[in-house]
């Protein structure tokens, strides 16, 4: 790929349920009744109707009940409505702008004697910073958002002690202000600060924003002492310190961004020593720490990144067992084990139970030697050092190490099950990934044993709730936002598509042609190499060497160099379903780290569609397209990428 002004980022797993086929982009949808819907995954369950007035849920419709005249009705054919999803905590959505000059004066260099100095070093901090003023979503990627169902998205900032304040916004097609659903929510936090000096520690990042809190509680003093009328200096225009007001009021709560339980224990000290009301985004180790949680009522808004997946060394013996006939072990028995010899331990020979018999008679064996031994007219060869010896083993690592492995990949994963157990709220966010990866990641967590309706309740009603917005979104009742989506089955089973989504009561229909099981459509495949070119590139483009399966899954390489001349190498994963793919790739360059959607369309040898980078602070998107290489290309002919 060539990557021309926007960063190098993440190809992310994209577990598109359906591609659409068109969408209502109407400023006010007209009246509609979506007839013949389930409101419970029970096959048996009523079969109602809703109508949607103005944007908003009107009535529920009893089985039977006829449709009101005038509105347009839309069959649901036994379809599962939900309220449609909301991503509680992502880092995308907005630009950040650079940085407004120091508050404060310069000092004056040229003076003899230096007596004065900035009083507020603000890097890190900006709790005033609103994302609603820098919303800027591209229409790529709302529709990705929209692919799985969700219709709101709540957008935090990142990478700041003190970030700013967080909004939410429906992903409707349609412009930003009409989109805004709450314009300033969390206040958001980080032990990280961007930008070089001051504050570069964890020591820092604490020390500075405690001397702010002090700072922030001193500015209110002062402007109490100065509106009643005492003689002081007048306070100065601070919006900043004002914004940290609100949390040390407990007017406001903040987020927190932790994920080691070091950090999240931190955040916890500070909320008791500040008084603060706060909720944990991030979380991967909250369940380490799921009473403390519990006990101080802090709600957790989790991000489902656990890493690649730890190859589970059990799973093939669990497998057979599970496939022998009833009544049948798969292995010895108790009488073949008595008689069956031990195991010789990895790595090591078995022992004989008589030494082995020579295979030539001593004499010749001397002659042999005598006859290799070197001359001096016949000087002894030079050992090769590099030569591995004839009975060199490779090397296994112990079934203990495998096993240990995987149990605490397991721990992470199993987070939200631990934190449900304990009472702790939570709900899911995407943070710096993906709508379809955190749909990705949900549906393992269901199949490793979270209830589904908890799940369903982590991305409708609890993060509504956390928002503020609970008379808004999250339930499918009268007066709430015509925000629902009509699923074939339940979203967290394989075979589940999407069929319509509605937005404030616009309607987005997504046809099931060559995607009924989620299978790529005859003659759709990716495997081979591929070259991406983007628009306004100036360098020569990246290749991908991938490989699809009968099933559609996707796995390769990403080559290319930067324009320093570093060579860089990344895996790829993925998915195609019908004609369409989604792939996503981890990149670490240098300690830069960055993700990459990219979904697409495949016909013959040719592909495109839309990639889009989420990097910390922002996000860019392009759009691409590719062709099938030669077999006799190679990825190491990439020269620069930028």
């Given at each position: ?49 809703i109508v949607l007035r103005d944007g908003r849920i009107e ?23 939900l309220p449609a999803f909301i991503d509680a905590y992502a ?252 195991e010789a331990e990895i790595g090591t020979e078995p022992t ?291």
């Amino acid at each position: 790929m060539t990557f021309s002004s926007s960063p190098v980022a993440l190809l992310v797993v994209a577990f598109c349920f359906a591609a659409p086929l068109g969408a209502q982009n109407v400023r006010d949808p007209q009246p509609t009744a979506i007839v013949d819907v389930r409101l419970s995954s029970d096959p048996d369950a009523a079969r109602v109707g809703i109508v949607l007035r103005d944007g908003r849920i009107e009535r529920i419709l009893a089985e039977g009940e006829e449709p009101p005249p005038g509105v347009l009705v839309i069959e649901g054919d036994g379809a599962l409505a939900l309220p449609a999803f909301i991503d509680a905590y992502a880092t995308s959505g907005f630009e950040v702008g650079e940085r407004e000059a120091a508050p404060d004066m310069d000092t004056e260099v040229d003076a003899n004697v230096h007596i004065d100095m900035r009083r507020a070093n603000r890097k890190g901090l900006r709790p005033s910073f609103r994302v609603v003023d820098a919303l800027s979503i591209e229409e790529g990627t709302r529709e990705g958002y929209r692919n799985q169902g969700f219709a709101a998205l709540h957008s935090c900032p990142a990478g700041e002690i003190l970030g700013g304040l967080s909004a939410v916004m429906t992903l409707r097609e349609a412009s930003l202000r009409e989109c805004i659903v709450a314009a300033e929510v969390f206040a958001t936090a980080e032990f990280r600060a961007s930008g070089r000096g001051y504050p570069r520690t964890l020591m820092g990042y604490h020390a500075q924003l405690r001397q702010f809190f002090l700072d922030a509680r001193w500015q209110e003093q002062r402007l109490a002492r100065y509106a009643s009328g005492e003689a002081d200096r007048r306070p100065p225009f601070d919006p900043e310190l004002e914004a940290a007001g609100e949390l040390l009021r407990g007017e406001r709560r903040l987020l927190c961004r932790a994920n080691s339980v070091r950090d999240i224990r931190r955040w916890l000290k500070l909320a008791e020593e500040h008084g603060l009301r706060i909720a944990i985004a991030g979380g991967a180790e909250a369940w380490k720490v799921a009473a403390e949680l519990a006990q101080a009522q802090v709600p957790v808004l989790l991000e489902l990144d656990w890493g690649k997946e730890v190859e589970d060394p059990d799973a093939e013996e669990e497998s057979e067992a599970e496939d022998a006939p009833d009544g049948e072990e798969t292995g010895a028995g108790p009488e073949q084990d008595a008689e069956a010899e031990p195991e010789a331990e990895i790595g090591t020979e078995p022992t004989p139970d008589v030494a082995p018999e020579p295979t030539q008679e001593p004499e010749q064996e001397q002659e042999k030697e005598r006859e290799a031994a070197p001359t001096d007219e016949q000087p002894a060869p030079e050992e090769e050092s590099s030569a591995e010896p004839e009975n060199a083993l490779e090397y296994t690592e112990p079934i203990g190490v495998l096993r240990e492995r995987r149990r605490l990949w397991e721990l992470k994963r199993d987070c939200a099950l631990r934190l449900e157990e304990a009472g702790v709220v939570f709900a899911f966010g995407s943070s710096d990934s993906s709508s379809a990866e955190l749909i990705k990641g949900v549906r393992a967590l269901v199949q490793a044993g979270l209830d589904e309706s908890i799940a369903i309740r982590a991305l409708t009603q609890t993060p509504a709730a956390l928002l503020g917005l609970e008379q808004h979104l999250g339930e499918l009742a009268p007066g709430f936002d015509a925000d629902i989506a009509l699923w074939t089955l339940s979203p967290f089973k394989k075979k589940a598509h999407l069929d319509w989504l509605f937005i404030d009561g616009a309607a987005h229909e997504y046809k099931r042609e060559d995607q009924e099981n989620g299978e790529p459509a005859e003659g759709v495949d990716l495997t081979g190499g591929w070259s991406f070119s983007y628009e306004g590139q100036d360098g020569p483009p990246a290749t991908m060497e991938l490989v699809m399966d009968e099933s559609g899954a996707v796995t390769g390489t990403l080559s290319f160099t930067t324009p320093d001349g570093t060579p860089v190498s990344s895996a790829v994963e993925g998915n195609v379903r019908g004609a369409d793919f989604s792939l996503h790739v981890d990149l670490d360059i240098s300690g830069w780290s960055a993700k990459l959607s990219i979904e697409g369309q495949v016909d013959g040898d040719e592909i495109s569609g839309d990639a889009t980078w989420k990097y910390s602070g922002g996000e860019d998107s392009e759009a691409f397209d590719g062709k099938r290489l030669p077999e006799d290309d190679k990825p190491e002919d990439n020269k620069s990428v930028r």
